[in-house]
């Protein structure tokens, strides 16, 4: 059983193909009865290091410890602490991704993950 | 007649009759019989006769027609699910030898609990994982596809059950549907299928 293309994304097809031992043809059986609860706001997701629905700010550690922000609302970039929403982000248990206060879009690693920019962007849980 | 996995229906279940001397199916009370008064080598049930072409005798792992002394044989030597079955001459190999189990002797087929062979419990639902990042389950969609999704609480479409009577994977949304390779494991594409013959697909 076999995730068509190895993409780790919402509504890949699932197919048979040769064995491997890629991570794309891995696979648990978890019981639904023991199948762990997904945090709620305010818990920790031990499998992503934060809290859920809980605001942070996210800060550099050069000389001037800077503030992650956003510029022209969708690209990334650092800023002195200016109290507005566009440094405020939070995880979200749904989507997986860290979202901005500023209009609850989620990081995105622009042209689906092909390129290094970072920027802000429709949530869709792919892996980018 | 044809031989397939156990599968606790009646079609699988017969007595030997002492008044007409023919071997009866649970289904349906008919005989064991030879197509055509015997004239061809296909089995069937037929309304009983008691004519020769419906009268074996079982000795030495055998059943063999009591006229034209040819066995109940498996067609091909093919072990696999839904092979024909037939008579033939005697040859004495495997696919001609057959072991009785009577009913009251025979295990029960278990309702829970694992299956060494295939590996799961029995009739408890389960969420297939993937192992990429996301932590994806398998979902079943419109009882027909098999795609990766963002698990949801309680989606009966996101869990399966192994049926330990046809050994085979089932959803759990749609009951009456088993995992399978499409086009008789002939393709690449994975589905839920409502036609479920326990075939190796």
Sequence with gaps: MDVSGGLDNENQNIQIFNKHGKVNQQWEVVYADQYPEEPIKGELNTDFGMYVERDFYVVSELKENRYLDLINNRNMVIKTPNGRKTQIWYFHQQSLTIRTRYNNQSWDIKNAGRTNDMQIWSTNSGWF | ?201
């Design chain 2, 1 to 201: 007649m044809v031989i397939k996995t156990r599968n606790g229906r009646n079609t699988q279940l017969w007595y030997f009759d002492q008044k007409s001397k023919t071997i009866k199916t649970k289904l349906n009370h008919q005989s064991w019989d030879i197509q055509s008064a015997g004239r061809t080598n296909n089995m069937q049930i037929w309304s009983t006769n008691s004519g020769w072409f419906q009268i074996f005798v079982y000795a030495d792992e055998h059943f063999c027609n009591i006229e034209n002394k040819k066995c109940l044989d498996v067609t091909g030597s093919k072990d696999v699910e839904g092979q024909s079955v037939q008579v033939y001459g005697r040859t004495n190999n495997a696919n001609q030898r057959w072991k009785i189990i009577y009913q009251d002797k025979a295990e029960k087929i278990a309702t829970k609990g694992l299956d060494k062979e295939f590996g799961f419990e029995i009739n408890r639902p389960f969420y297939i994982v993937s192992n990429m990042p996301m932590k994806r389950v398998a979902e079943c969609v419109g009882a027909n596809n098999m795609i990766l999704r963002r698990y949801v609480k309680n989606r009966l479409g996101q869990q399966f059950y192994f049926d330990g009577v046809s050994r085979t994977i089932r959803s759990q949304q749609w009951k009456n549907y088993a995992l399978e390779i499409q086009s008789n494991g002939g393709s690449a594409n994975l589905r839920m299928t409502s036609s479920i013959n326990s075939r190796w697909w």
